[in-house]
């Protein structure tokens, strides 16, 4: 028998997925989240050479200034990690303010409803009737 203790995290807060009724709600939210993870990818190509280069400029400043440049890279980082927010599944319907918006999910929201409109056009034309 294995008794090892597992300790259980209470700090860690897991986000409430929606309730997936429609297929679309899903394959759109699938849609999303690929969309922001080949952003945070690109984030990662721009940063890791940014980094390098910050650490050799570090290297040749002053002790007491010494790691100034990392540290932005780092701070550049974190912002971008929080405006993009991944793993954030709320809609942009359901925040109470533009600031919890997260600016990832207004740039894929009006990707999604620019798609969406020019989607209705296309069907809206389909079916006027020829006079």
Do not use: C
């Not at 090892?4 to 989240?33: C, E, I, M, N, T």
């Amino acid at each position: 028998m294995n008794d090892s203790y597992v300790p259980q995290r209470s700090d860690v807060s897991v986000a409430a997925f929606p309730k997936y009724r429609s297929r679309w709600r899903l394959a759109g939210d699938l849609g999303v989240f690929e969309l922001k993870l080949a952003i945070d990818g690109l984030k990662d190509i721009v940063l890791a050479p940014l980094a390098v280069a910050a650490v050799l400029a570090d290297m040749v400043m002053p002790a007491k200034s010494r790691g100034m440049f990392l540290r932005a890279v780092i701070r550049i980082g974190w912002r971008f990690e929080a405006w993009l927010n991944l793993y954030g599944v709320g809609r942009r319907s359901e925040a109470r303010s533009i600031l919890e918006e997260g600016g990832g999910d207004v740039i894929v929201d009006y990707i999604e409803s620019t798609a969406l409109d020019l989607h209705r056009g296309i069907k809206a034309r389909k079916k006027k009737p020829e006079v």
